[in-house]
């Protein structure tokens, strides 16, 4: 019998641009410095303007205006590490009457080759975020890349009242992977060796490219039939269990967990056919011959409970799927640090991501 639980995950409450800063500086003296820095470290390079280390509030403003795109003729993009390059913005179908795309990063003195593939999935709570959240500089992304790996990172439709739901994501996901093999040749894809890799929501979305079938959550017809051969999948702090309650019943932070079901879900919490909650949970596609998965999560995570990844690697050991599981010590949501030293440190984290991708990518 399914126990309804389900939603999610709202990130962060949200603070004004001052009051960020404010929090992040944490002695006071009107700049931040990459110890105090808890965000993404691509980040923190690019609004760091001068490059002295420090983030003035003066840089921070001209950061977030660029972004914005006022004060300019274009939204400016991210700047790209030293030798890598990318194909920006590539449609891999329309949905709503909108453009959904993809960017495609690669080292440039590889770019002839056909790479391996690493699949972001950004997070958000479904109903935010977008594909600049992939790190370049840093992080598992950036390991790979140093191997001639690809990095494909992608948008894909965001939950609304009345709009797409949790099931339209995980359909727009499935599709950009169809895209990118479709086109393996033109895109120089080795398509025997694609990995998916997700934070919070994203998370979730990798399990379920890297458990489902080719013929689930159907979407483009130009993309039908189209195989999605994923090696092995990564969850850093994601949902994988939608169906039961007391999953959720340390989550402290957010909406509370049935405010947002009417948002990612079709049927309500009160509704007598679940089955959307369970089509959209990944445990629920374990099988022993599933493809190896590797769950990282802080085990004070407020939003988005510890026990999640605890149920989903119980389930692989009851099936005998191959799971391993990176239990990071005193990390909330992101893995940012709650109470005492975080363990494994960030850059352990980084590493042991890596490795299980390179390992189950041979």
């Known amino acids: 019998m399914l ?123 479904f109903v935010a975020g977008n594909k600049d959240a992939v790190r370049l500089a840093n992080g598992p992304a950036a390991q790979l890349l140093d191997r001639g790996w690809a990095v494909a990172s992608l948008d894909y439709r965001l939950c609304r009242e009345g709009g797409p739901r949790l099931v339209d994501c995980i359909v727009d996901c499935k599709d950009a992977l169809r895209y990118l093999v479709k086109n393996a040749a033109s895109l120089k894809i080795d398509t025997a060796r694609i990995a998916v890799w997700g934070t919070s929501a994203g998370a979730s979305l990798s399990l379920l490219l890297g458990l489902t079938g080719d013929a689930d959550f159907p979407g483009d017809p130009a993309l039908a039939g189209v195989s999605t051969p994923v090696r092995c999948s990564v969850s850093w702090f994601g949902v994988t269990d939608f169906t039961r309650l007391e999953l959720f019943k340390d989550r402290t932070r957010g909406d509370e967990p049935l405010t947002k079901a009417a948002v990612l879900f079709a049927t309500k919490p009160d509704a007598a056919d679940l089955s959307e909650y369970a089509r959209c949970s990944p445990v629920k596609y374990l099988a022993k011959d599933s493809r190896p998965i590797l769950l990282a999560h802080g085990d004070k995570d407020p939003v988005v409970p510890f026990v999640q990844s605890e149920w989903m690697e119980k389930r692989c050991k009851e099936l005998g799927a191959p799971c391993e599981f990176v239990r990071v010590a005193n990390a909330a949501h992101g893995f940012k640090k709650e109470g005492g030293t975080v363990e494994p440190s960030h850059e352990e984290i980084d590493a042991k991501t890596a490795a299980f991708l390179l390992k189950n990518t041979p």
């Open 3 to 125: 126990i309804l639980a389900p939603a999610i995950m709202a990130e962060e409450p949200k603070q004004t641009p001052a009051e960020k800063f404010k929090a992040l500086d944490a002695n006071g003296d009107g700049k931040i410095s990459r110890a105090e820095w808890k965000e993404d470290g691509d980040l923190f390079s690019a609004m760091d303007g001068d490059k002295d280390g420090f983030i003035t509030q003066e840089e921070a403003r001209a950061y977030l205006k660029a972004r914005s795109g006022k004060g300019g003729s274009k939204k400016e993009k991210r700047p790209l590490p030293d030798g890598v390059v990318c194909e920006r913005d590539v449609v891999y179908k329309k949905a709503g009457g909108a453009d959904l795309a993809l960017d495609l990063y690669r080292r440039k003195d590889r770019a002839a080759d056909a790479a391996p593939l690493l699949v972001f999935i950004h997070g958000g709570g």
